[in-house]
């Protein structure tokens, strides 16, 4: 039976928008974290990471501009000017790294997927090299036009 024809007869409730929200905040915090980590660092203070109990607490700090929110020991911070600096710049790459996963899940698994297409492995032990050879037009004539007859 073919899944297009089956009904998903499980209704959307609010349990995956919950579950995205929740990933969101999760994947923000740390994108902080981390872009505090590497300002600190290139500062010249080492890496530093916060305990887990400050990882939530110290993001409103962090945003203020103060590179030592939730952090004990540190001896020369970064600056605010860096500290967003490489906030903005983690932030855009963890950006551009979801969209081109999303990108990829969607082309995947999306509505618009390729349905019922043999991989080249797949065509290869099914059909072998010689036949494919043989009749390449057939299976690939953007490829492979067939040879024109003359017509006398």
Known sequence: ?????????????????????????VVGVAVCQVGRSLANWFAGAGWLWPPPDKL??????????????????VQHAASAAALWGWLSVVGLLTVTVSTLACVWAWRQWGPGRMRGMATVTEAH????????????????????????KANR
Request: charged content about 20%.
């Open 1 to 25: 039976m073919q899944r297009e024809r089956v009904q998903d007869q499980y209704p959307w409730t609010w349990e995956l928008p919950l579950a995205v929200v929740c990933a969101v905040l």
């Open 56 to 73: 939530g607490t110290s993001i409103p700090a962090l945003l203020a501009g103060d590179a030592a929110a939730g952090l004990s020991g």
């Open 125 to 148: 032990e099914l059909l072998g090299e010689d036949r494919l050879w043989k009749v390449r037009h057939v299976v690939r004539p953007d490829l492979y036009p067939a040879g024109r």
